[in-house]
Nanobody
Framework: QVQLVESGGGLVQPGGSLRLSCTAS????????IGWFRQAPGKEREAVAC????????YTADSVKGRFIASRDNAKNTVYLQMSSLRPEDTAVYYC???????????????????RGQGTQVTVSS
């Protein structure tokens, strides 16, 4: 089972950009499907994006469509979440998660995960 670690969070002004990274401290992500989630204080967890190994196994939430893009670099064993045009309402802890069995975004975005990282804080504020 992979062990996931996120990085790249921080403080950014509205309209700015950040790129989050999800790597595996144990295991390979080459055949993994990775979902990106966020959770803000007092709010429910939200799946924002997911990227599998085929073009038909992806997801982008309406709330971030056109602003966030999930991608992968297997050579670096890393999955990215490129975030642009950030808004204060994007402020949250972001984490990546995976399902090692079914490897389908449709399952992952609905909470069907068996491994997740510890999260990285993203704060959008002027």
């Amino acid at each position: 089972q992979v062990q996931l670690v996120e990085s790249g969070g921080g403080l950014v002004q509205p309209g700015g950009s950040l790129r989050l990274s999800c790597t595996a401290s144990v295991g390979s992500l080459e055949r993994s499907t990775i979902g990106w989630f966020r959770q803000a204080p007092g709010k429910e967890r939200e799946a924002v994006a997911c990227v599998g190994t085929t073009d038909d196994n992806t997801y982008t939430a309406d709330s971030v469509k056109g602003r966030f893009i999930a991608s992968r670099d297997n050579a670096k064993n890393t999955v990215y979440l490129q975030m642009s045009s950030l808004r204060p309402e994007d402020t949250a802890v972001y984490y990546c998660a995976t399902d090692s069995i079914m490897r389908r975004c449709t399952i992952i975005i609905n909470g069907g995960t068996d491994s997740r990282g510890q999260g990285t804080q993203v704060t959008v504020s002027s």
